[in-house]
């Protein structure tokens, strides 16, 4: 992991989906500190809506990546956006948005990162017909 990163966004959903994807990110570019993983395993709706807002003032991040639009994580996500100005959202989150976002995060301010991370993670998705 590269020091020097700071930790610019939040990846949160089910199990260890957010910490996989953070361990393929730091595997491909070593910039895995930048993103912080929170898994909503166990927890409920208030418990994962008050580790989010956590985690912002810890180390005030400006995004969040979720796994699934209508997921737990994202619904308690878009309660803290409400009354945190400039919090951007990015849902149904890949490795290729995040490998994007890490290398952009530096360059672009954070919503715009994040929906630079987006356009490219749908770019990624192409079905390969047999």
Not at 14 to 21: I, M, T, V, Y
Not at 57 to 64: D, F, L, M, N, S
């Amino acid at each position: 992991m590269d020091p020097d990163v700071a930790p610019r966004a939040i990846v949160a959903g089910h199990g260890a989906f957010p910490a996989g994807l953070i361990s393929a990110v730091e595997q491909i570019t070593g910039r895995g500190n930048a993103l912080i993983p929170f898994s909503n395993a166990s927890l409920g709706r208030e418990d994962i809506e008050s580790g989010i807002r956590e985690l912002i003032a810890v180390h005030a991040v400006q995004v969040i990546f979720t796994d699934l639009p209508g997921g737990s994580a994202t619904l308690a996500a878009r309660r803290v956006q409400r009354d945190t100005p400039g919090l951007a959202l990015v849902t149904g989150v890949g490795l290729a948005s995040l490998i994007d976002f890490v290398f952009c995060a530096t360059e672009m301010s954070a919503a715009d990162a994040a929906r630079h991370a987006a356009e490219k993670g749908r770019a990624a998705i192409v079905a390969v017909a047999v």
